[in-house]
């Protein structure tokens, strides 16, 4: 079992900045590929950015890219997201996910752990 819980969510302007944390317990979090997903108001949960369980591997959706930065602390049992250049659109719940795999994956259902969300609001 692997509990997570994210932090850093929050109201922000348009152009800024902002860092998400996802902190994890329970079984060994470097054994886990993480990724964040989002969810805004009658949307469907998307994916976000992944990270594989060592760090050398991430993946980001195209919305993101160049925008985002995914990174993980295993001595922290810590992810991490960066978020830049933040747009209106970017508003959303934002989850961290894991799942015991090597590889990232970008659909919702191959992760078997989430935490809670946190709420991300760019203001225009």
């Known amino acids: 079992q692997v509990q997570l819980v994210e932090s850093g969510g929050g109201l922000v302007q348009a152009g800024g900045s902002q860092r998400l944390s996802c902190a994890a317990s329970?079984?060994?979090?470097?054994?886990?590929?993480m990724a964040w997903f989002r969810q805004a108001p009658g949307k469907e949960r998307e994916f976000v950015a992944g990270i594989s369980w060592t760090g050398g591997s991430t993946v980001y959706a195209d919305s993101v890219k160049g925008r985002f930065a995914i990174s993980r602390d295993n001595a922290k049992n810590t992810l991490y997201l960066y978020m830049n250049n933040l747009k209106p659109e970017d508003t959303a719940v934002y989850y961290c996910?894991?799942?015991?795999?090597?590889?990232?994956?970008?659909?919702?259902?191959?992760?078997?752990?989430w935490g809670q969300g946190t709420q991300v609001t760019v203001s225009s």
């Open positions: 996910a894991a799942r015991f795999q090597s590889r990232v994956s970008v659909a919702s259902t191959s992760y078997d752990y």
């Open positions: 329970g079984r060994t979090f470097s054994g886990y590929t």
